[in-house]
């Protein structure tokens, strides 16, 4: 079980370290924080990371597709996904280990970062409580990014299809708090809304309900894209 | 070693396999023959539990396909038709992947990797990028990849398409030395190919099963054979026998079709119309003949349908 999640992970941690596509959006993105970094520290002079992280987290809308649209999808369109499936695997067992190994990535990119909130210590002198529940929230959110991406990695063979379509998905959660109006479907809304919780957590408070609710729709995500996997060997 | 019992798989309403039965016995290599849309494919993709039936059963290895589905799959080896490759491996890390899933252990899986590498000649490359090689020496490493685990049951689809003619020779070489230590299915749409490397080969075409026999009997059949499907109620063994004694006829078959009487299928001489002759002895001997028709696939439509010679090289 878990030796079989390992090789997942790890095969697909080489490809991500391997893929072009991850080092662009890495780079990228690494830069537009950097921008940001220097544009808000030199207009505020202030050493908070929270103005940045509510950026950042803004960015994740366009990171997520990225770095979750090859996950399954390319392994259907080359045929590799034919093999694990005649393996002695498990189809949650592939799942958890794509889903980890794009953790992995994440996480890695996370600890590039790291590097902002690193000057703000040797210039400055940040609170560092709120700094460190603005990283958990961009944690928790980024993780939920990557479930939802997998999902939509999972039903098509094409890897621009699966990204459209997380990123769709993404921003209508990121706004789904703004787009209604009013009544039950406002309470609705607020509470799948991903903004309104990061945002809570970029201003230093974690509240548990947030992290369960993150844990849920994660754990929801990688239910629904194991019984899609399943589900397409019926057809 | 693989029981085949009345599998069928449709697609929609589409029936892609239809009844399909048989039996492949331990160390045999058995050709599944048959032109292009037979059916191949999606039975070879049923028995290595890569998708359910939509009837019937399969077990390997004595696991259900399908009910003991994991059980099943630690016993087969499976090369699909288009080899599944990471291009952005090498075939070394390739095989390493597949050995860890396969639950193999560091020293188990590099003197392994040395002796498929060797069988499959693909130790020139090895540390090459994948995306790199040649299609024949992908299919190659798709072929150590299958030999890996040293499984009982080896399922190759189409193993030697695309190659070229020496390399053709060699992949069959590679196989024709599992017989005995595996059991080995492969499918082909060349005919020549089942007589030079299969014990027993079974013709399909249009999801149905029409031949199972030794590639020298078929030979023998290929020069003419039509084939009359017979019901009829009465002792199976006393009624094979009847049918098989009469002159002209090469060989009786018979399935189940859910009722009480079975059909027959009974393969003549070309242009011995046996109709009547086969309905009377039916009849005299007092069984029921429930219905009599030409089968709707014979032998020699599929034949014609085969590549009956080598492919030029590619
Ligand atoms: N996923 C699918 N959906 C619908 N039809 C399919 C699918 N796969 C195969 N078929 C159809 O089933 C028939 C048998 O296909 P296949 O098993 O691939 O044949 P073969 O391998 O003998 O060439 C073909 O007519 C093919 O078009
Ligand atoms: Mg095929």
């Known amino acids: 079980m878990i030796r079989n999640i390992i090789a997942i992970t790890e095969r697909e941690l080489r490809s991500y370290f391997v893929s072009p596509v991850a080092w662009v959006v890495t780079a990228f993105f690494v830069a537009i924080w950097g921008i940001l970094f220097f544009a808000i520290v030199t207009s505020g002079r202030e050493a908070v990371l929270r103005p940045l992280l509510s950026n950042f987290s803004i960015t994740f809308l366009f990171v997520g597709p990225f770095l979750t649209m090859r996950l399954i999808a390319e392994e259907a369109k080359t045929g590799t996904l034919e093999l694990l499936l005649t393996q002695p695997i498990r189809e949650v067992e592939l799942v958890v280990g794509k889903y980890l190994a794009s953790l992995g990535f994440l996480a890695f990119m996370l600890a590039v970062t790291l590097y902002f909130p690193t000057l703000l210590e040797v210039f400055g002198d940040p609170d560092r409580g709120p700094m460190m529940a603005g990283y958990l929230g961009i944690l928790l959110q980024g993780m939920a990014f990557m479930a939802i991406g997998l999902i939509a990695s999972s039903l098509t063979q094409n890897q621009i299809i699966a990204a459209a379509v997380t990123f769709v998905v993404l921003l209508l959660l990121w706004l789904a708090d703004v787009l209604t109006l009013g009544g039950a479907a406002a309470e609705v809304a607020r509470f799948i809304s991903i903004s309104q919780r990061s945002q809570d957590m970029l201003r230093g408070v974690v509240d548990t309900k947030d992290v369960v609710f993150f844990f849920t729709v994660i754990v929801g995500c990688l239910f629904v894209t194991t019984q899609i996997i399943s589900a397409r060997r019926w057809r | 070693m693989i029981i085949v019992d009345q599998l069928t798989k449709h697609y929609g309403p589409f029936v892609a396999v239809d009844d399909v039965s048989f039996e492949v016995a331990k160390g045999e290599i058995l050709g599944f023959l048959g032109p292009n849309g037979a059916g191949k494919t999606t039975t070879m993709r049923i028995l290595t539990g890569y998708m359910p039936p939509t009837s019937g059963r399969a077990i390997v ?254």
Not at chain 2, 114 to 126: G, L, M, P
Not at chain 2, 193 to 208: A, H, Q, Y
Request: hydrophobic residues 40%; contains cysteine; proline residues 6%.
């Open chain 2, 61 to 314: 290895a004595g696991f259900d396909v399908f009910k003991d589905s994991l059980e099943a799959r630690r016993h087969i080896s499976y090369l699909p038709e288009t080899v599944p490759l990471y291009t952005d491996m090498s075939p070394r890390n390739y095989l390493h992947f597949v050995g860890k899933i396969r639950g193999m252990d560091g020293s188990a899986r590099r003197s392994r990797i040395d002796d498929v590498a060797e069988k499959c000649r693909i130790t020139e490359f090895i540390d090459r990028l994948i995306g790199k090689l040649s299609k024949g020496q992908r299919q190659r490493v798709g072929l150590a990849q299958a030999l890996l685990p040293n499984p009982d049951v080896l399922v190759l689809d189409e193993p030697t398409i695309g190659l070229d003619p020496r390399q053709i020779v060699e992949t069959r070489h590679v196989i024709k030395n599992l017989r005995g230590e595996h059991t080995v299915i492969l499918s082909t749409h060349i005919l020549p190919e089942v007589s030079m490397t299969c014990d027993r080969v079974v013709i399909i075409d249009r999801g149905k099963v029409v031949a199972i026999d030794t590639p020298e009997n078929l030979q023998r059949r290929m020069a003419g054979s039509d084939t009359i499907e017979m019901e009829i109620r009465g002792p199976e063994e006393a009624v094979l026998a009847a049918l098989n004694s009469l002159p002209k006829v090469i060989g009786v078959r018979t399935r189940s079709n859910g009722a009480d009487a079975p059909v027959y299928s009974v393969e003549c001489e070309r242009d011995a119309d046996l109709r009547e002759a086969l309905a009377s002895t039916v009849v005299q001997r007092g069984w029921g003949l429930r219905g009599l028709r030409p089968a709707s696939v014979s032998l020699e439509d599929v034949f014609v349908q085969l590549v009956t010679s080598e492919a030029p090289a590619a």
